[in-house]
């Protein structure tokens, strides 16, 4: 990392509107935005008219450490992170030990620290070790080091409406929010692939639509009893949205996220007999992509979240029944959010910079991301070449596994450059 306090941005333009301006970053704010000479002893990035953006917050992220560090380790998904112009990423309950206590929770955080590329916030376990039972400690992971904000047992589905009562009420109690996996467990037995024609065809059980919704549903109901706020991770089906639009206009304190691959991948990929395209939720029809895109566009979902998932080639390269689900997603989130929603003129800049850094870092209360593009507020910034293009290649990503699905594809838009508190982390596609 660079240790220069002050820092130039030239010619940069602030939500991609009007006439480039120079931004003079120091001490880890935005100190002046014009038309600037640069003061002696300011290292200065030329912006070439490129855009920028507050820093992405991921609210959905597997970094898979501790316990399967030959898959993703804090450090290898940091820098993902950076590279793909985040500044503060959730990291998943689901990992070995389980990060259903303080100590897990404060060690990721810490480490996450050390490691300085971004901000990893770590998710605590609603339940003890998953199982659903019984409810992990939330007060002491909300009041450790780490100040855990956002609770999941993601993976599982918190299926027991008692126990998902009781962790809504403590959630309002302790100003966090209870993130679900939406999938009713008795529904999606065996499950394998979109429920459908072409999971029919191919022999593989199907995982419904209603398991999600029904599950949305309920919380729903749950949440607005409690007077709770309630995410929902991965929205899949159209229905879900449905939901959504009907407790939001209840009053219902409801957000929800999408995947970039759910906004651009349909069940067609369950022809290549390929795991890379297993996931869960399944990739899902094209009806349900559009409307998931619709969705995004009107705030009925609010943001993007990656659930990246990197998995060991062991895990992952095997015969569909046995893959396990999951795909890489930081470094290729902004790129997808273009594809789909840019290009096709469903978002603009400013709308990008809602999904994928403003309304996330709203949805957990996080007081120093997401900010405007303004005077004194933190250098949490990215830096965007819409007119740039790549070509995905697993091996080059920075996480240590290289489960994505788009290799080979091509894709609009290139993080130039992410600053965490007015520090370089990534430029050029090269960790700093
Ligand atoms: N999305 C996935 O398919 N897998 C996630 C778990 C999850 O997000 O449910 C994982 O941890 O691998
Ligand atoms: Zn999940
Ligand atoms: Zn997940």
Redesign the pocket.
């Known amino acids: 990392m660079t240790e220069n306090r002050n820092l130039l941005l030239r010619r940069v333009r602030p939500y991609g509107e009007g006439e480039p301006v120079d931004v003079l970053v120091s001490d880890g704010v935005i100190a002046e935005i014009g038309r600037l000479d640069p003061p002696g002893g300011v290292e200065v990035i030329e912006g070439e008219g490129r855009i920028l953006l507050p820093g992405f917050v991921d609210l959905?992220t597997?970094l898979r450490e501790p316990g399967r560090e030959d898959a993703e380790t804090i450090e290898t998904g940091s820098a993902a992170a950076a590279l793909g112009g985040y500044t503060a990423v959730f990291a998943?309950a689901?990992t070995d030990p389980v990060a259903d206590n303080a100590v897990v929770t404060d060690h990721v955080w810490r480490r996450g620290r050390e490691v300085g590329l971004v901000d990893v916030h770590p998710v605590g376990a609603v339940t003890v070790g998953l199982a659903g039972e019984r409810l992990a400690e939330m007060g002491t992971m909300a009041n450790s080091a780490a100040g855990v904000r956002m609770f999941s047992d993601?993976?599982h589905c918190v299926a027991d409406p008692l126990v998902m009562r009781r962790a809504l009420e403590y959630s309002t109690a302790l100003g966090v929010v209870v993130a679900q996996?939406a999938e009713e467990p008795r529904l999606t037995v065996g499950a394998q692939a979109h429920e459908g024609e072409r999971a029919a065809r191919l022999g593989y059980v199907g995982w419904p639509a209603s398991a999600e919704e029904s599950i949305v549903a309920r919380d729903c109901v749950l949440a607005r009893h409690a007077r709770a706020r309630l995410h929902v991770?991965?929205v899949s089906a159209a229905g879900t949205v449905e939901v959504l639009r009907w407790a939001k206009e209840q009053g219902t304190e409801v957000s929800a996220e999408v995947t970039p691959h759910h906004l651009l991948l349909t069940d067609e990929r369950l022809a290549t007999f390929d795991p890379v395209n297993?996931?869960?939720p399944p990739l899902r029809s094209e009806a349900d992509v559009q409307r998931m895109r619709r969705a995004l566009a009107d705030g009925v979902i609010d943001c993007v979240a990656t659930?990246h998932?990197p998995?060991a080639p062991q895990d992952k390269d095997t015969e569909w029944t046995t893959a396990?689900?999951?795909?890489l997603g930081l470094q290729t989130a902004l790129s997808v959010v273009v594809e789909t929603m840019v290009r096709p003129g469903l978002l603009d800049w400013r709308g990008v910079a809602r999904v994928m850094s403003e309304r996330p870092a709203e949805i957990v209360g996080l007081p120093d991301q997401g900010r405007p593009l303004a005077v004194g507020e933190p250098a949490n910034l990215v830096v965007v070449d819409a007119d740039a293009e790549w070509t995905v290649r697993g091996s080059e990503l920075a996480s240590r596994a290289t489960n994505t699905p788009y290799e080979g594809l091509r894709l609009p838009a290139v993080v130039s450059l992410t600053l965490l508190r007015g520090r370089v982390t990534s430029r050029e596609g090269k960790i700093v």
Request: hydrophobic share 20%; net charge neutral; charged share 20%.
């Open positions: 959905h597997h998943m689901n993601d993976g996996h991770c991965h297993k996931v869960n659930d998932a998995h396990r689900p999951g795909m």
